[in-house]
């Protein structure tokens, strides 16, 4: 899981650790050393921890005057054991709302498992999101279940045209607007 890195081709757009709005900001990477590890394997120091045991990120991409945010994840989401989604919400996400962010894209495709518990995470997330939307790219089909299984595809978008595989030939502003385009038509 080392050799996994958060995509860093976007970098020139954003990076979260010189934004003074970002809860990484000032953070040094050491990529020398691997210190952090999901389940025993060795992760590489790019991504950043949010208080999970089995989730990571990496905000790639902010931008506080659209109020969007692209975050890529990896590990296992984990909401029955660790509460994953407490750990996102509470350390990461609450941050980004107060800074007026109001439209989040995930990218999941380094999120290798997922266990459900319950949406009230989620439902918060939604309803903080008023005027804006929570768009999930890349993960997995079998993923997708276990969210309809738990209730929470009522408060997330994804599937259908959003499971772009060639997001990263994308500029992140593009890819937020085709994201917004194609939720705005699904409202519509």
């Excluded at 941050?95 to 009230?120: P, Q, T, Y």
């Excluded at 999101?129 to 994804?158: M, P, Q, S, T």
Aim: hydrophobic letters at 35%; glycine letters at 6%.
């Amino acid at each position: 899981m080392h050799n996994i890195e958060p995509f860093y081709r976007w970098q020139k757009y954003y990076d979260s650790s010189v934004d003074k709005k970002s809860p990484f900001f000032g953070k040094e990477y050491n990529f020398e050393l691997l210190t952090d590890t999901i389940y025993g394997y060795y992760i590489s120091p790019g991504w950043d921890y949010i208080g999970s045991e089995t989730l990571y990120v990496k905000i790639i991409f902010a931008d506080y005057k659209f109020g969007c945010a692209i975050i890529e994840c990896i590990g296992e989401w984990n909401d029955a054991l660790h509460n994953d989604i407490m750990h996102l919400k509470r350390n990461l996400i609450d941050l980004l709302v107060s800074r007026n962010i109001n439209k989040f894209i995930i990218i999941g495709e380094n999120v290798f498992n997922f266990h459900g518990s319950d949406d009230c995470y989620y439902e918060e997330w939604f309803e903080d999101c008023e005027d804006g939307w929570v768009a999930f790219l890349g993960f997995r089909d079998f993923i997708h279940r276990e969210w309809r299984k738990f209730g929470i595809d009522c408060y997330i978008n994804y599937g259908g045209d959003m499971e772009m595989d060639n997001w990263r030939t994308f500029t992140p502003q593009s890819i937020i607007q085709k994201i917004n385009e194609l939720i705005t038509k699904r409202l519509a």
